[in-house]
Structures are given as structure tokens and as C-alpha cells.
């Protein structure tokens, strides 16, 4: 038969459900809870770097004899400066759409990612986090690592001295063109020369799967000397059904953002951020992993993602669809992500490793439209699907099911035994993917213990001399 062998010893774990339900809680973890709750800070922390997910960190852009499309609309420079393009409320009101479009965009050329010619773009602000706690200069646009930082910092963490962050150019995923890997390792290595203790990693939705990618690209001595622990929170590891739904439909202002766009109708704004998304690798990174379905932990070919009244689509039709609505440039992307060395790879990050993610939520398992898939005219809303439909199996954070939160459970615990790191995992009921704070007591307790346990171990004690 096709039954995965690496199944035969979770013969208990039938569903995803009952593998959520009865998930082993660490002994170091509920010691850590208990310990921190009497214990609220420590002299000296173990420092901790923020790796942000899809959209979370603010973007800057300078342009150098753009090479426009719309030369009586687009500016061609921005004199030598650096101006923040996510998010800027004039980069994404109707006149400076097509501009903004047009600097965000990725394409595929002979195998490779090209942009838009005298346009670059950076994270702003790499090693702080006022790149993530914000997404503009102005402070109009809150990121939820606001109360990620406001967190730590009222438990005595301290902005560049052991709370950092690392926000980087989250429109590509794994297959990086700049030099974020080099940049990440190069503050690792800062903060723990400094400091003289090893570095956490905290990251969030897209971010464990960059992260990983970083730790899978690291020799295995240099991350046993400076790596502390990974935190994974709410993983996309085999991706999910809703960012395909979004390259269909487009997303409104409240979805994205949590706030309504009063500077243009619902539809445009559908099309305009279908146009952004599918032009992104980002974005097809977390679609749905082909592979075995339940098997794996990802989605086979009896599970259909996409109905419409002639056609079902699966995660092995992904093209197609992409075809089907006339997104020929995403299709390519689409292809070269699907390619990628990253993408099916799934090798154990070789540190401590903590998974945590939320289960209970409804999270969507296929969409149903009721109309055909076409190519749409410019601006035109794009179609939204009749009915969505939820597997219990499916449950998850709303976005992400417990399949893709769960393939860890799957494929690393004998490689993370074999190098004596830790693996544990912790569900929470009702968490939504885009929360973090339930997570945030266990992080911090967990990060206590790690202290007591490095200053039990480098504590000296002075013995007076003999008379």
C-alpha cells in the first residue's frame, strides 16, 4: 500500500483533531509556566529576535531612473532618499495604486525573479523593531508586534540591547535575492558576542518557514553556539486554502488590515490587492503543499481546494486555476516557488524548537463558486466564492488547519532526538493566526528558565583564603 511508514508508530493519531487534543505539554515548559509565575524577571536575558511573517514588517523604497509604464502618473526617482512604500497611505490611495503595483511587483524571466528596472526595496529599520511595531513613519498603521514588544518590555526586555528585530522583503519567501540570511546571522553573531549568550528566534505565520530556511543554510556548530531556541508561532509549514481564496477573490481593506479603506469602493480594492498578491512569491508559498493529503500532513489529490461548476481544483491544479483566470505572470511564479528547493524541503531546524498554534476555529477546507473561472478586465471585482466549506479534521487558527501546523509533529522528532534538541508543541483553543499573546506567558517562561539554568551554570563563588 501508500501508507507512510513514519505513520506505523501513530497509530492513536487518527486525525489531526485527536493529534491537537492529545499533544505532550514539556516538562521544561510546564516547570518554566509555573516558575514564572513567581519569578517576573531576570538580571540577564537571553536575547530575542523578532522574524516577522506575510506583510509584517514596513518596506522602503528607493527609485533610480524607474523605468515606468506610466510615465505622466509615476515618479521616476526619489532624489537619493528612502521613502517607506508599506505602508503609506499615498503609495495605496487611486492616484499612486498603479505606481505602488508597479514597484511591488515580481516577475520570472529565464528562471529567475526580476523587478520592475530602478526600483529597490528594503525592510526598514533592520536589527530595531520599529520596523514591525509599526508600518509607517507616521504611526497610522499598528502591527500586532506592537503588543508582542510592549510585552516583553514590561518584563524588563530592552530595545537593541535584548529585544531586536528582523524584518525583511517577506514579498519573496524562501528563495531569497538579498541578503537577509547574511544580515540575520551577521546580528545573531552581534548579540551574542555581546551579550555572551545565545539567541532566541521568535517568528510568526510565514516567518518560521524563513527561518527555517536560515537555520537549514547554518552549519550545525554555528547554530549549537549561537542559537538558543526557535519559536514557531502559527506555522504555514504545508500552507492553506484561504491564500488561495485570496488570489481568486482579492482581499478587502478589513481583512488585510482590520480597518475599512474609505479612500475606494470594496471592488476596486479586491482587484488591486489580487493584483498585488499574485504578483508576490510570497503568496503562492503558502499554498497548499501537494503530497499524500492526510498521509503527510499536506493535501493530495482526492482533496479539493477549488470548485466551480466545471472544474475542481486541487493543490496538483494550482496552475491551471492560475491559467484559467488569466494570471499568466502569476502562474509563473507560481511554478518557480512550486520548484524550489525550499519548498517541499522540510529538514528538522536542528535548535531547541518550540511549535505553538491555535485549534478550535473554523478554517476553510474548499470554496465553492458558483460561476466559472475567466480573465478579468482591469478593475473589474473579482468573483467571490458562493460557499466555503469546513472539515472538522480542518480545524485550525482560522487560516492555517491543523495539518499544516501539526507536519512537524510528523517529520522531526527522530532527527531532533538524534541531535539531543528539543521538540514540543502546545495548542491553543480559540487563538487566531494573526494572535500571538496567548503564546507570549510561555514564551517568556520558557526564556526565564533558560536563564536561571545559564546563571546556575556560570555562577562563581569566591572561597576566602587561608590564614
Known amino acids: ?47 530575542l529576535v523578532l522574524i516577522p511573517g506575510f506583510t509584517g514588517a514596513s518596506l522602503e523604497v528607493e527609485l533610480k531612473n524607474k523605468r515606468t509604464k506610466f510615465p505622466a502618473d509615476c515618479p521616476t526617482t526619489t532624489n537619493g532618499q528612502w521613502d517607506v512604500i508599506w505602508m503609506d497611505d499615498r503609495t495605496l490611495a487611486p492616484a499612486g495604486a498603479v505606481c505602488f503595483m508597479e514597484n511591488m511587483e515580481i516577475g520570472v524571466s ?32 499598528p502591527s500586532f ?24 522583503d517577506w514579498r519573496y519567501s524562501l528563495e531569497r535575492v538579498d541578503s537577509f540570511f547574511s544580515d540575520l546571522q551577521k546580528l545573531v553573531e552581534d548579540v551574542h558576542a555581546r551579550t555572551g549568550r545565545k539567541v532566541a528566534l521568535f517568528s510568526h505565520s510565514l516567518g518560521p518557514s524563513v527561518t527555517l530556511e536560515f537555520l537549514r543554510t547554518r552549519p550545525a556548530g554555528w547554530k ?5 531556541t526557535l519559536f514557531a508561532i502559527t506555522p504555514v509549514w504545508s500552507g492553506n486554502v484561504v491564500s488561495v481564496n485570496y488570489a481568486i477573490s482579492g482581499i478587502n481593506c478589513r481583512e ?7 479612500w475606494v469602493p470594496t471592488p476596486i480594492t479586491r482587484w488591486f490587492l489580487r493584483e ?65 528547493p525550499g519548498k517541499a524541503a522540510f529538514p528538522a531546524p536542528g535548535v531547541d524548537t518550540y511549535v505553538f498554534y491555535g ?60 541531535l539531543g534538541k528539543v521538540l514540543e508543541h502546545k495548542g491553543y483553543t480559540g487563538m ?13 517562561a520558557i526564556l526565564q528558565a533558560r536563564d536561571r539554568a545559564h546563571d546556575a551554570a556560570h555562577r562563581t563563588v569566591d572561597v576566602p583564603l587561608a590564614a
Open 224 to 228: 549549537d553556539e549561537h542559537i538558543a
Open 145 to 168: 508586534y506592537g503588543k508582542v514588544v510592549d510585552f516583553f518590555e514590561l518584563h524588563g526586555y530592552k530595545r537593541e540591547v535584548d529585544l531586536f528585530g528582523a524584518p525583511y
Open 256 to 262: 488585510a488590515w482590520d480597518s475599512g479603506c474609505s
Open 110 to 141: 529565464n528562471g529567475k525573479y526580476t523587478t520592475t528596472p530602478g526600483v529597490s526595496i528594503r525592510p526598514r529599520a533592520f536589527g530595531k523593531v520599529d520596523g514591525l511595531v509599526y508600518l509607517d513613519n507616521e504611526k497610522k498603521h
Open 432 to 444: 487566531e493566526h494573526k494572535d500571538t499573546t496567548a503564546t507570549l506567558p510561555d514564551i517568556l
Open 359 to 418: 485549534q478550535g476555529l473554523p478554517t476553510p477546507s474548499k470554496f465553492v463558486y458558483s460561476e466559472n473561472f475567466r480573465p478579468l478586465k482591469q478593475w473589474e471585482a473579482p468573483p467571490k466564492a458562493a460557499k466555503v466549506e469546513y472539515l472538522e479534521r480542518d480545524n485550525g487558527d482560522g487560516i492555517c488547519p491543523l495539518r499544516t501546523s501539526l507536519r512537524s509533529t510528523l517529520e522531526w522528532p527522530a532527527e531532533q532526538a538524534k
Open 1 to 47: 500500500t501508500n501508507a507512510n511508514p513514519k505513520r506505523k508508530k501513530r497509530v492513536k493519531e487518527t486525525t489531526y483533531l485527536t493529534r491537537a487534543l492529545t499533544m505532550p505539554t514539556s516538562a521544561l515548559l510546564s516547570v518554566a509556566v509555573a516558575a514564572a509565575a513567581t519569578q517576573s524577571a531576570v538580571a540577564q536575558k537571553t536575547p
Open 276 to 340: 498585488v498578491l499574485t504578483n508576490l512569491p510570497s503568496s503562492f508559498f503558502t499554498f497548499p503543499l501537494r503530497g499524500e493529503g492526510e498521509r503527510d500532513d499536506t493535501w493530495g489529490k482526492e482533496d479539493v481546494l477549488i470548485q466551480t461548476p466545471s472544474k475542481n481544483y486541487t493543490a496538483y491544479d494550482m496552475p491551471q486555476m492560475m491559467q484559467d483566470l488569466g494570471l499568466g505572470r502569476g502562474k509563473k511564479i507560481l511554478q518557480k516557488v512550486e520548484a524550489s
